[in-house]
């Protein structure tokens, strides 16, 4: 469909689905699956990737990543505060990787919680210094406003912790972070299915990004154009008018709340 | 301060204890799909690789299952900082970017200094280095945190503490409490993985697995930054022929790892080469999340170095070798026999084959530094 295109940072994309890497049974799954979904933005945590320049064979993840298709977007993931993620992107950008980059910054390696305090002020240096930054955030409308202020290019709410499959259960601050936001809202993490996937498009996210629900299904690629299918349903539905049907209650003939205004 | 190993009154270690009750072939069977199941979502399809470097096998314990045991007539040797880098290269070769450094406990030889100086020759070649060695203060790990080793593997071997009295006899190790509060020093000292297991053989499984259980939930309490891998080692054959009394059999140990994967989905679940090669590749997909390959378990052991200084100890004492005990090709005495004599890339190989993605690098120290 020709809906809108996904601006980000003045950067269009006619794909609102985000992808990440980790997880796939291996690098050409991987490929397969990023072709089939129709991403334009793919994600890679620079922890595996080969940083030196010397084209390491035994952490090649980069080279299965075409850079004329996708936009690849470094992430900050392992960092554990704001100067070790400051520091990666630093990195990267200086390896030639990005100047974008998706700050994710959790102390937390369980359940992969992003920390707020830290990402807040990692975002403030790497948007001084020019970096594209597009934050990793617990699902928290007053944070989400704090980082669009500091100037973050998305914001990126997770819809449940990463990995669980579980769907947007941050759904009410997911609705007050969308109708609040000046910049696009991708929803990150936690989407299990592609009717979740279909749900937040449908409530106003911008994108929406999936990493394990691809990466481990037994045909990624097949998984891949599902999530795809679903992006471009629910965007369609948000841009025809997903407006609730007023008046579904059963009509009252008596109209006691507002019948005085007929009596007069 | 161990009253944590007692306190098991929580819904998650009550489920682990209820799901270590003998079952059924079904009912493993299930346990073992939704185990699998788990795993992926949380690790996915990556399976972690690494190494172990043995640094030293001199050793002042005693400990009745060890073939490093001060009192074992064994050769012996630390590998000087050179040998390891290049004991290190050799791996890197192979593939490994992820090395855990082990060495037995002697202050004179394998020292906190000497283990620093190995650490920081190996970082600016190796992505990620973890540390296997005798328990320390908070300020010494401290120091090998910031020389660049990112984790730290410490095994209680057993939590029964009248076995652990029984057969750790003499050396610094017969302190119970000092070595379980290691993790948490550890912690303190800015590690940023924690290996912690038991030695199955010493102590019957179950209890030896619950309390396993109840220390990894005090753990991932007070230690909330840290990443926590978990090792169900089984006793192997070694020097002094010490013959384990309570086995550990296949079928519980595939239940123990369900039981584990259920109830710290979270948690790494890390198998070494002593299993078996057919035992290793049945139990992939079943919640391993981390391997090692192609190990040696003696210090030079892949590449021959630190030959020329091997010696030879008589009850804790070195002795010159006369040249009749010191034949040609000697190597160092390992700690025990390994049973999955695979290449790393045979390994790897099967992992592919089985749909698994072998992961050599997940870290990167321009991290830290």
Known sequence: MDGKPLLIAGRAFSSRLLLGTGKFSSPETMAEALQASGTEIVTVALRRADLSGKRDPFANILEFIDPKKYLLLPNTSGAMNAEEAVRLARLARSAGVSDWVKLEIHPDPRHLLPDPIETLKAAEILVKEGFIVLPYINADPVLAKRLEEVGTATVMPLGSPIGSNRGLETRAQLEIIIEQARVPVVVDAGIGAPSHAALAMEMGAAAVLVNTAIAIAPDPAGMGRAFRMAVEAGRMAHEIGMGAPLASATASPTSPLTGFLRSA | ?369
């Not at chain 2, 489920?15 to 199941?37: G, H, I, K």
């Not at chain 2, 401290?142 to 939590?159: D, I, M, N």
């Not at chain 2, 006899?169 to 590690?191: I, M, N, S, V």
């Not at chain 2, 040696?296 to 091997?310: D, F, I, M, N, R």
Request: hydrophobic share 40%; glycine share 6%; with cysteine.
């Open chain 2, 1 to 369: 301060m161990t009253s944590f190993l007692r306190d098991r009154n929580t819904p998650r270690l009550q489920r682990f204890a209820a799901l270590l009750e003998p079952v059924d072939d079904a009912q493993l069977e299930s346990l073992a799909t939704e185990s699998a199941r788990i795993t992926r979502r949380h690790f996915g399809n990556a399976i972690r690789l690494f190494a172990p470097l043995y640094l030293s096998n001199e050793c002042i314990n005693n400990c009745a299952y060890c073939g490093f045991s001060r009192d074992n007539p064994i050769l012996r040797v630390t590998l000087e900082v050179d040998a390891v880098r290049r004991e290190a290269r050799h791996l890197v070769k192979e593939g490994f970017r992820n090395l855990l450094l082990v060495a037995g406990e002697h202050p004179k030889f394998v020292s906190n200094g000497y283990l620093e100086s190995c650490v920081r020759a190996l970082v600016p070649e190796i992505p990620s280095v973890s540390l296997e060695v005798a328990p320390m203060e908070v300020e010494d790990y401290a120091r090998l945190s910031s020389a660049g080793a990112e984790g730290l593997v410490v095994y209680q071997e057993t939590y029964d503490e009248d076995a652990y009295a029984r057969f750790h006899t003499a050396g610094p190790k017969k302190d119970f409490a000092w070595r379980l509060a290691c993790p948490e020093r550890a912690y303190a000292g800015g590690f940023r993985r924690i290996g912690i297991g038991a030695l199955f053989g010493l102590a019957d499984w179950r209890s030896e697995a619950t309390a396993l259980g109840a220390h990894l939930n005090h753990l991932l309490r007070t230690c909330w930054r840290s990443q926590f891998t978990v090792s169900l080692p089984r006793l192997r054959p070694c020097a002094g022929s010490f013959a384990p009394d309570h086995a550990l059999p296949d079928r519980e140990f595939v239940q123990l790892i369900c039981a584990l994967r259920l109830c710290f989905p979270e948690v790494g679940i890390v198998l070494s080469t002593r299993e078996p090669a057919p035992l290793r590749d049945a139990l992939l997909p079943l919640g391993i999340t981390m391997m090692s390959a192609g190990s040696h378990t003696e210090p030079g052991g892949y590449t021959g170095e630190g030959t020329a200084q091997l010696h030879l100890t008589v009850r804790g004492k070195p002795v010159a070798p006369a040249p009749d005990t010191l034949q040609k090709n000697a190597r160092a005495t390992e700690q025990f026999s390994i049973a999955d004599d695979r290449s790393p890339s045979e390994v790897a190989q099967l992992l592919r084959s089985r749909g698994f993605d072998p992961v050599w690098k997940d870290w990167d120290r321009a991290i830290l530094a």
